[in-house]
């Protein structure tokens, strides 16, 4: 069974914080400690913590017309000065970027100019609400808000966009509600996703990285311009932030060590006074230790949150390699043992899962429903001379997915062709558990798309996944702003209404390919699409061309650029437009591949070669969102549909994802400097971007989500699972190189993966999938949660199939009585 | 245990057909010899080893009460109605003007009644063809080996991975012999690994001959009584156990999964159990694994318009549960149990 519904897996996790509530876990006995963490903040509804944006806006005020990576630093610097420092109960690692219990943290440098609006209405919203207290909601609006007028970079892109592009982009003149047709992202986030290089940091900490700028600074020539205008301001700015980092975790000393003065518990004592002195030292300093190793990336990671907002949340890189050394050692000297090591790694799962990705502004809201964020730990994969890289830290990870209750961390998993038995059976095991997790990112894939695009092996092959589906190699990718996501089944209504749309009225949005009533063959109709798709891909690109040169003037990140050799070694901050040497991978979403090939499938099968309905009968049932046209729609939903490796489909996929491609190819390099390919990945979004379409040629009705992903569309994929993983490779263009990450999701009925011999199958499985080369795969083990939506709302799961040896049925088609025999069967594990 | 290599004897078997076949003068290519299929099924992991393709055909000399595919039991086409897709005559209405005996007229609920006593001598089922719901479907369709391993074929990197293959399974699936043999044949050809999902009750010959073409056999053992057999299966277990007999004896390396469908008021004894395993007790190489009775088909007997002989009787999973074990006891290791 295969598809439904999905994004990338967002964090559900008051579902599981109520089963913590609700009854004992059977592993809290062995977790006590993290358990009792997240007791804590059960249940609680997120809270805005200003101080962040409070402490920056008032450097902010302080430093202009200095340089910006310098006037970013000296930010951090009072940020680190002055925001308040906790030592949480029983928490063994130190650093937050906010206030106890579930937060989120302002960016005003993004939102500052409606922030002010959205702070009154934010608890009100119906998606993401989180609470503020009056007198801080009173500092964002009277100290905050009134700084950042007229000077954030979302207004300076809104006036920026010309018309034609603006239209396409926003629905108001002030640029803050989306079209949601070919949609800017870049204003909600400083930049796609990122992954900092943390094993550097373990190993020369920030000191180290520190002395390194002080001695660049020394070697510049005092007469060349260059060196003194944008060199000299770069490394002053790495100076300080190093400096600041450092600052920032003594205070978390001093106040753990206070804290360890009146503690009456020895143990406790003991473990405080520990924590001071790992803070004292990292990361500052090189690690020594395991303990001191975790702190220093938590540390880092939680510092670089407080610099700048990242797509989906600053990456956690492949934390099985770089904690490896400090882990075996630690074994080896029989200071540590599994346990302990597993609960430090959980006491960053915890911090994890205490943070909220909050988005302001309605669009980003509507993009990431349910405060997900995805800050991949990756495990597994190859080494950079390409061998197998799991060891027991890899086991210990996905050991601690399975134990512990929350939905984080979100955890990737790269799979090779070589990947041992021993692993893949781990992995299979762990996504078995029913969280979903680890999702699979392929290397076959990867590895070798990387290389074409410009990285060496060696780089390639050490690549972290970052964010939802994406992959990066630290320190020769570069920054790249948010890309276009772009309503492609919005180009099909388009075509059908002459370059309108039913929700926009009268007004002339797309091309006027003329009166489709008129066309006479397929092709005419292909072609009219082709030319709203053209037209759609010219306004992302443009989009694109202004967003990489405006990002350069409102953005700087002096920390993540101390990490980066390629920054350290031109010193150039990473949020310029190009940096030497570096290799920018952005990209442009694909959103409602299935959407939009079912129903050009449908237009071509009954339209033009069976001519079982006319062009004019079509657009009637549609206009009428085919209220009166219930055996037109259940037509038109039989026609052959993407995602059942029907060649049919799968052939108009390919066409399309190949004028995506070319185009990429084309213009990317050539005019914008960078990669900019073509992704299928849509987060939570094609639910927005499914409002504004009305009812399409496959059958679907008015404002219904569109198909996610390179996922196939609701219930369309009749086929099971092997199939959506072969309609998904017939669709890709392997023979071009301007494509990016697709993600897919997979359901299994529990029956399908049972025991011993179902993990074998799921092994063989993954395995298939690495043969094909599919960039990602996500499983999702049904449970009865799911069964029972599938009970309510059938048309979303019709592809549900149950296996039962010698006998198979659509899960949908049984009746209500027979449902609840096989939900019953399902919750008792005799399926 | 599965994967037995039986390429040797294979080979050398197939040899002899081709060789006999050409002298016999037989023309018709494998690839073009046709049967009756209802369902060709992706992704299915419960019927032989990996990840396979079940080509389920019609017809089957058996009647058994429980059957939860009763599409499968005819030769001829079968007409099924989905009520629960039905858009309703008022809206659609397509059927009642395709059906050309006018037997398909507006019912109760503005659902459609059809009275099917022309069916049976309506070759094509145009209402069939006329509903846009799929609410009414022709179970059954004359394909070809080509068309049906094309189709087979497309799952063959997940074979790869998974030591899958294909099944074949009915109905009866040997009792259309020609068909079946043509298909494993040309399998062979192919290089697809194949299982077959066999009732027994199937000229010895037959069995004979497809078995030097099979990697994996699932042999339905449903009892040892031949009367109780007999009563609720339509047809006495005779031949059934002489054919297994034989399959195992003779074919000593082909690994062998004998299954008990658990059927309340059949079979659901510790006295029936002991007796099925008592008898696969010799037969060292057959494995055995017991199938837990499921109401799940009752709904496709709605579809046909036919008794449900089983009414609402559930498996009761208590007993189910001790059976599993009074086979385990028996049969040690070779005791398949799913949930372990």
């Known amino acids: 069974m295969s598809t439904v519904t999905c994004d990338c897996r967002s964090p559900q996790e008051q579902r599981l914080l109520d089963k913590i509530a609700g009854k004992e876990d059977k592993f809290r006995k062995t977790h006590q400690r993290v358990f009792k963490m997240l007791e804590r903040f059960d249940g609680q509804k997120p809270r805005i913590d200003i101080e962040r944006a409070l402490y920056f806006t008032q450097s902010m005020q302080e430093t202009e017309g200095q340089p910006l990576v310098l006037r970013w ?51 009100t919203r119906a998606t993401s609400p989180a609470t503020i207290t009056p007198e801080d909601a009173k500092r964002v609006i009277e100290e905050i808000a009134p700084y950042w007028k007229g000077k954030t970079y979302h207004e300076a892109l809104n006036a920026a966009l010309p018309p034609e592009v603006h239209k396409l982009t926003y629905d108001d003149p002030q640029g803050l509600v989306s079209r949601f047709i070919v949609n800017e992202t870049s204003s909600f986030r400083s930049s796609i996703q990122w992954v900092h290089d943390y094993g550097k940091i373990l190993k020369r900490g920030f000191n180290g ?25 770069f490394l002053e700015a790495v100076i300080i932030v190093c400096d600041a980092i450092v600052l920032w975790a003594k205070r978390h000393a001093v106040q753990a060590r206070a804290l360890a003065q009146l503690e009456q518990d020895p143990v406790r004592k003991a473990e405080l006074l520990r924590m001071a002195e790992n803070a004292e030292r990292v990361p500052g300093e090189p690690a020594r230790d395991f303990w001191e190793a975790c702190q220093s990336q938590w540390f880092t990671q939680m510092f670089s949150r407080l610099e700048q907002k990242t797509g989906t949340t600053i990456s956690n890189g492949r934390m099985d390699q770089y904690f490896y050394p400090y882990y075996a ?33 309605p669009t980003g809201g509507a993009f990431n429903e349910g405060y997900a964020h995805w800050e991949a730990v990756t495990v597994g994969g190859q080494t950079p001379d390409g061998r197998d890289a799991s060891n027991e830290l890899t086991y210990l990870i996905l050991k601690s997915k399975r134990e512990f209750p929350l939905h984080y961390p979100d955890l990737a998993a790269r799979i090779h062709s070589r990947c041992p038995e021993r692993y893949l059976w781990d992995v299979a095991e762990t996504i078995k558990f029913g969280s979903g997790f680890p999702k699979l990112i392929n290397d076959e894939e990867v590895v070798p798309l990387y290389v074409s695009k410009g990285a060496t092996f060696e780089e390639a092959l050490d690549y972290a996944v970052s964010g939802c589906t994406e992959a990066r190699m630290p320190n020769r990718d570069t920054y790249t702003s948010g890309g276009a996501y772009i309503n492609f089944a919005a180009a099909v209504e388009m075509v059908l209404r002459n370059g309108r749309m039913k929700k926009y009225g009268d007004q002339l949005l797309g091309v006027e390919t003329g009166d489709p009533r008129n066309f006479k063959t397929w092709e005419e109709f292909f072609d009219a699409y082709k030319a709203q798709h053209m037209l759609f891909l ?5 989009q694109q061309y202004v967003i990489n040169k405006l990002r350069a003037t409102h953005f700087a990140q002096p920390m993540g650029s ?113 990669h900019n390919d073509v992704r299928y990945v849509p987060f939570t979004s094609h639910v927005p971007f499914g409002k504004v379409v009305s009812a399409t040629p496959n059958g679907r009705t008015d404002g219904f989500p569109l198909s996610d992903g390179s ?36 359901k299994f009925t529990p029956k399908c993966v049972e025991g011993d011999e179902g993990t074998e199958k799921l092994v063989a499985f993954i395995r298939t999938f690495c043969d094909l080369k599919l960039w990602h795969v996500q499983f999702n083990v049904l449970n009865k949660e799911t069964l029972l939506a599938a009970q309510k709302d059938p048309q979303k799961y019709r592809s549900l199939i149950v296996r039962i040896a010698g006998y198979s049925a659509y899960f949908v088609d049984l009746s209500p009585d027979l449902q609840n025999d096989l939900i019953a069967r399902t919750e008792h594990d005799t399926l | 245990m599965y994967t037995v290599c039986r390429l040797n004897v294979l080979s050398h078997n197939f040899h002899i057909q081709q060789l006999e076949r050409h002298n016999m003068g037989f023309e018709l290519d494998d690839n073009q010899q046709k049967g009756m299929v209802f369902n060709v099924q992706k992704f299915s992991v419960h019927d ?72 049976k001598d309506c070759e094509h089922k145009p209402c069939a063809e006329a509903c846009p719901a799929q609410s009414l479907l022709i179970y059954g369709k004359e394909r070809s080996v080509e068309d049906v391993l094309s189709v087979v074929e497309q799952d063959m990197v997940f074979y790869a991975r998974s030591k899958g293959g294909l099944t074949i399974s009915g109905g009866e699936p040997l009792l259309q012999t020609d068909f079946a ?10 290089h697809i690994r194949t299982a077959i999902e066999t009732c027994g009750m199937v000229q010895e010959e037959t069995l004979r001959a497809a078995a030097p073409l099979l990697h994996n056999v699932l042999f339905d053992i449903k009892h040892i009584d031949p009367v109780i057999h007999k009563e609720q299966t339509g047809r006495s277990n005779e031949q059934i156990l002489a054919n297994f007999k034989m399959l195992v004896t003779e074919f000593p390396k082909l690994p062998v999964l004998a299954r008990t469908p658990v059927v309340p008021n059949f079979n659901d004894n510790g006295k029936t159990i002991k007796a099925i395993c008592d008898f696969l007790l010799p037969f060292e190489h057959v494995h055995y694994e017991m199938l837990p009775y499921h109401r799940l088909g009752t709904q496709k007997y709605q579809f046909l318009d036919r008794p449900i002989l089983m009414g609402d009787v559930q498996l009761n999973n208590k007993k189910f549960h001790g059976l599993q074990n009074i086979a385990a006891t028996i049969l040690g290791e070779r005791f398949h149990r799913p949930n372990k």
């Open chain 1, 73 to 123: 630093a000296k930010a951090l610097m009072h940020i680190a000065q002055n925001i308040t420092v906790y030592v949480q109960d029983d928490q063994l690692l130190l650093g937050r970027a906010g206030c106890d219990g579930r937060y989120g943290i302002l960016y005003p440098e993004l939102d500052g100019d409606f922030l002010d609006i959205a702070v009154r209405d934010l608890p």
């Open chain 1, 209 to 233: 990285i520190k002395r390194e700028a002080e001695e660049k600074l020394a070697a510049l020539d005092p007469l060349s311009c260059k060196d003194q205008c944008e060199k000299r301001p």
């Open chain 1, 329 to 361: 050692k630690d074994k080896a000297e029989g200071k540590i043992t599994d346990a302990k090591a597993m609960e430090l790694l959980e006491c960053m799962w915890v911090g994890m899962a205490e943070f909220i990705d909050m988005y302001i502004s």
């Open chain 1, 538 to 542: 010219k306004t992302a690109f443009y």
């Open chain 1, 562 to 674: 101390a990490m980066h050799d390629l920054c350290m070694k031109h010193c150039i901050d990473l949020h310029q437009e190009h940096i030497p040497e570096g290799i920018n991978f952005g990209y442009f979403e694909y959103m409602g591949l299935g959407t939009v090939v079912d129903s050009l499938s449908a237009v071509k099968k009954f339209v033009f070669e069976e001519k079982k309905i006319t062009m004019d009968k079509l657009i009637e049932a549609i206009d009428a969102n085919f209220e009166g046209y219930d055996d037109i729609k259940a037509l038109l939903k039989s026609a052959p549909c993407y995602g059942n490796n029907d060649p049919y489909a799968d052939s108009i996929g390919r066409e399309i994802d190949r004028i995506s491609v070319e185009y990429g190819g084309k213009y990317s390099m050539k005019d914008l400097g960078i």
């Open chain 1, 711 to 746: 996922s196939a569309s609701h219930g369309a994929d009749v086929n099971g699972p092997t199939a959506v993983l072969l309609s998904n490779y017939n669709t890709k263009n392997m023979g071009m190189r301007d494509r990016a990450a697709r993600m897919l999701n997979i």
């Open chain 2, 48 to 119: 032989g080893p990996g990840i396979r393709t079940i080509v389920f055909t019609k017809g089957c000399p058996l009647r058994c009460r429980w059957c939860s595919n009763p599409e499968s039991q005819l030769h001829e086409t079968d007409l099924a109605f989905n009520v629960g897709r039905c858009l309703g005559v008022s809206k659609c209405g397509h059927c009642t003007l395709a059906c050309p005996f006018g037997s398909i007229t507006v019912g109760s609920n503005d659902i459609p009644k059809i009275e099917r006593s022309h069916c």
């Open chain 2, 181 to 190: 043999l043509a298909l494993l044949r040309e399998a062979h050809n192919r």
